[in-house]
């Protein structure tokens, strides 16, 4: 047994590597998969010119990291299965060519096409005076990236990476996040510690906006999670309340319908939600944990595929409103000064029906002792008026 | 007889070449010049670094054109003629350099200096809540960039590019464009198509700042089109409408004179425009479809030198006024899905008299049986009061 | 005797020096020190992605410029001394990530970690709808810079650099700096001449936001300078007022003041200011010519360590006001076509008492005479209501 570790980018000491790749060889191996990767490259051209990607492929499960979009997760693919979506942005884009403040503070809107992108830190919500859609996380490049091994058990493969939101009289953010998977399997866990490095407290708002096209969503998907509460965001969605789990295929002009959730939890807080496809066959799971992320709103977006058609599971510390509302339902965490806020999250592609059962059955026993309230119009205490 | 392609930039397929160059080889005679050749390169430091630049010489007539600013010509020469102007602004402007949302949303002019570049494609007026100054078409790098030699006749150069305006719950526009000449002619050819990729129908704007400054611009040039209807844009342009054809030399201080057009056209609906120098010996022509770009823009700019003296030849799918007029007035297209408009223009350079009377007398062809009709006056349907 | 040179960027002619290296060689000896080097080097990843750094080191001060960052002063070393802050933004931030439009005008702050970098050119004020805050020239890269080495007297070593503050219909301001040191000195003198380029007269507004932390700054430090007037800037800095020369550590939750000041000079203009240590042994000199930079703010920023405890010495040809008001009071400069505003400044690291003592009584020769006003309330002529 043994550890490995690399450092791709360390702003403080001058490091970079401009190109990495690192495999199974004599001190490298890992008894889940012989075919594991770690590549790291960077784009050159169009939007994407400077942008870096990293490339960890457990032998079955495969990711694209973009260090420089905030270390958000562009896309993957496991078991066959394409894991993400297909945005009218069709390449992952440079923040030197987002302007945030576009279009009344929604230009966020032209760099977004990951899989996994975080919203926040210091506001997530929409354009305020406090900030633009979505905050400024995933248009922040890292200033430190690292590749680990370890060859214990199956074997290990992790990327850390570091992002600071950070300015003079304001958010003093950093985001540490550490990206694991064990050779061979069909999950990767993501770990974010967000550490207030400033001297007095300041705001937190986290939003992990996890977004899914086919082949999981599909006419006939599902969305599965252990409902205690489930309300609409706004008059938009309220026609649509009675039948939030389910998915339509592309529709031409379709508006968006968000539902916000309470979700039940074991007693350590961990929950578990699934996007199913028609079949049954196919899932994507995410299991958090919800003392870390309370909140979670569900994002119907199914369009017509040139228009983006996808679902985002979005489990978050607060609901996505604007911050003022937020703050007065208590919901903007407060840190302190070197307080830190853990979230963590598990996301598991699922590739038979065996297998989608299994996590069928794991939110069947969440949801047993609770009947999900649904409310057919927007909660006064989650959608400000 | 033989054809050659080379891929400069494709994102998709992660092809990129630092560095290109071709001209006269065994395998690469053109019979029109034996001086032609392309190169591309890519400009570092100051607001230019990244930008790249790719050098079409086809033997006689030399254009640079700016991949990373959405495809536009920098500038030319032929015939020992520059063909360009001199902007304020010195060196080619990488986006990153350019926050369209500076000074209230003119921070477009921050960018400014090529000899063709295109406004649009969402929007090209001035800015509103739907967009900044001209849109952000010249600010987005083409993520595609490909050559082709062809040996058939004279031989001919061909640059394409494709360029993305998306974005997520927006405009999903995609322009391809192709300049093309033949090998010692002087003249190039500019070919767009911008394609709806979007499921719905979406706004096209689309204007060609066509910029020209000495050595066709000097006191006494002349504007030479086949004029239909002309009217003054505003009440700065009134007092010069009797001389909107005529030109100052430099004049400290001058306020832009805007002048719009209906031009007469052929019965394909090609028409004919030039920039004549004083002496009738030197000529910049822009012929066009009129059904492509129905409205023309003459933009009166013959400020101090240091100051930007150049006038503009602007034909356009549409005035460019605020977009909620130009909706109202019905010149905004509404592409369907898919669907695609083109629009194609001749720029041509004449180094003697001889060659501009030959375009003097294609104008006047055209503008047999059409006596010029000139408004005083703004005309309300084409200005907004 | 010898003078060499070289040339690191010039956009005009496509030069650039990925990396450059000089110091102690058989033609470059300089008899100030053995230990002399200037290197140049671009900093990856993160929000430096892309950033020029040159270091100059005379072999005693050493200095970090900035050309991508407006030729600013990152931070410097002398007699072992840090001489520069403590940002909450930690490293240098590459312009294409710094939105000037954040939160309301004030994005300038999430690139500010400098030990002095400009405000200006066009307006260095708060942001109105003239511009955005300290304006654009810090966020603006060189164009051209080089390196000269003179072997005269003790040896010289010679940074200048251009940047051009420049738009279509707009500000047309080239600023050329030039650092200058003598070799084994504790001293580096920086030469701005700004030109305006326009055809017609233009604004000129520049601030020096030169910042200082420990170990100048500490409990007990003071700001020495000759003093004819000062005044609060507003009602925040009123309470301070008597104690303005004095300094706090670090305290948590500490709101900015900002005391503005008329100062003395000698016949030639000439004055002098002073950040010294408790002790008395650590003193960070600023000495310059008031009929250049006639206004004077001292901006007092005493918060916790991590949030960005410093003070800055602000030499300035204004006070950093909306443009407006500086306006209606005359001190916005016009600079006629062509014409040149130079300004000149000498920073000094004193490293003993005796250092220390020297300059201090090179203030009080220039107080004397003048009996410090001291305005308990902001002046209506330097404070707008």
């Not at 190109?19 to 060889?25: D, I, L, P, Q, R």
């Not at 540490?176 to 993501?190: C, D, E, F, P, W």
């Not at 604007?322 to 853990?342: C, N, S, Y």
């Not at 609770?370 to 119009?377: E, K, L, N, T």
Request: aromatic letters at 8%; a negative charge.
């Amino acid at each position: 047994m043994s550890d490995l570790h690399w450092v791709l980018t360390d702003v403080s000491r001058r490091l970079w590597r401009e190109n990495f790749a690192v495999g199974v060889s004599p001190e490298t191996k890992l008894a889940g998969s012989d075919q594991w990767s770690v590549q790291k490259f960077t784009l050159r051209g169009g939007v994407s010119d400077g942008v870096d990607v990293v490339e960890v492929n457990n032998g079955r499960f495969s990711v694209s990291l973009l260090p420089t979009r905030g270390m958000g997760l562009w896309r993957g693919t496991c078991d066959g299965l394409e894991v993400g979506w297909r945005s009218p942005v069709q390449f992952p884009v440079h923040p030197a060519f987002v302007n945030a403040h576009d279009r009344g503070g929604i230009g966020w809107l032209s760099g977004f096409n990951e899989w996994l992108c975080r919203c926040g830190l210091d506001s997530n919500g929409p354009p305020t005076a406090e900030g633009t859609l979505h905050g400024r996380i995933a248009n922040i490049p890292a200033n430190y990236v690292d590749v680990s091994i370890s060859t214990a058990g199956a074997g290990t493969i992790t990327v850390s990476g570091v992002v600071d939101e950070t300015t003079m009289f304001g958010a003093c953010l950093r985001l540490k996040t550490t990206l694991r998977t064990t050779a061979g399997s069909n999950q990767i866990t993501v770990i974010d510690e967000i550490t207030n490095l400033a001297g007095t407290e300041r705001d937190l708002e986290l939003l992990y906006h996890t977004n899914v096209g086919g082949p999981f969503l599909e006419a006939g998907s599902r969305f599965v999670a252990p409902v205690k509460t489930v309300a609409p965001r706004d008059a938009a969605a309220v026609p649509g309340v009675d039948r939030y789990q389910q998915y339509a295929g592309p529709v031409t002009g379709y508006a968006e319908q968000v539902y916000y959730f309470d979700l039940a939890a074991d007693k350590n807080g961990r929950t578990q939600t699934m996007l199913v496809n028609a079949a049954g066959n196919h899932g994507l799971s995410l299991a958090y944990n919800t003392r870390q992320l309370p909140c979670f709103a569900l994002w119907k977006n199914t369009q017509a595929l040139a228009d983006g058609y996808c679902t985002g599971l979005e489990p978050a510390t607060n609901f996505p409103n604007r911050k003022d509302f937020e703050r007065q339902q208590g919901r903007v965490i407060r840190l302190p000064p070197g307080g830190t806020h853990t979230a963590a999250m598990d996301l598991a592609v699922h590739s038979t029906a065996a297998s989608v059962q299994t996590v069928e059955q794991e939110i069947a026993a969440l949801q047993a002792g609770h009947s999900a309230q649904v409310f057919s119009q927007p909660r006064p205490e989650w959608s400000p008026v």
